[in-house]
């Protein structure tokens, strides 16, 4: 039998004032899974373009913890939802080697300091990210496209508890972030200094 790709049905808000929030969570019983630091490295390949199709394929060091990732193309116009594929890899550097010599580059790293809660089967993480400040993030799994739509709207009820609009949703991905600021950046620095 063969596993399905999971969707990671996931929204990412920009907050102020990460405390609040967290009492918030706190408040509704979410259970605090710890704090880590998180380094992303993502690639991408001259041939196949994994970026320009709306995908990502990353190599992430979570204290000393190896994941590697593909995202598929995003489910819809709203979140960053998305189907994932994800392996755990003993080392960050080898893999990084071996994607290397397949022809891959590195196209950015995002860094960032994040809190973990879980709340029932919803993960939520409070996020400090280099460069882009702090954010809240709300995921679940779904296998299909039923289960997708039912968790987004689990998703949607809690980030209202919260005090949160779902009309404030980036249907951007850290990544697509970080990007955005170095293109802004390069354009108003000296054509001599490059990001």
């Given at each position: 039998?063969i ?8 929204t ?10 967290e ?8 259970d605090?899974k710890g704090e880590?630091?998180?380094?992303d490295?993502?690639?991408d ?9 709306g ?5 992430r ?10 995202k ?51 993960v ?8 882009l ?14 289960e ?5 709207d ?36 000296p054509?001599?200094?490059i990001?």
């Amino acid at each position: 039998m063969i596993d399905l790709p999971t969707i990671e049905v996931e929204t990412k808000l920009k907050i102020d004032g990460m405390e609040h929030i967290e009492e918030l969570i706190k408040g509704l019983i979410g259970d605090y899974k710890g704090e880590k630091t998180e380094i992303d490295i993502y690639f991408d390949h001259p041939d196949t373009h994994i970026f320009d199709g709306g995908r990502a394929l990353r190599v992430r060091d979570s204290d000393g913890k190896y994941r590697l990732t593909y995202k598929g193309p995003k489910k819809d116009d709203v979140t960053t939802s998305r189907e994932e594929i994800e392996i755990g890899i003993e080392s960050a550097s080898e893999m990084i080697k071996i994607l290397g010599e397949l022809g891959f580059y590195e196209i950015c790293e995002v860094k960032k300091i994040r809190k973990t809660y879980l709340l029932e089967d919803l993960v939520i993480t409070l996020d400090n990210v280099a460069d882009l400040g702090e954010f809240i993030e709300v995921e679940g799994k779904a296998s299909n496209d039923r289960e997708f739509v039912e968790k987004k709207d689990e998703i949607f009820k809690l980030l209202k508890k919260l005090g949160l609009s779902t009309e404030e949703i980036s249907k951007r991905s850290y990544l697509e972030m970080l990007l955005d600021e170095k293109k802004v950046l390069n354009n108003i620095l000296p054509e001599n200094i490059i990001l």
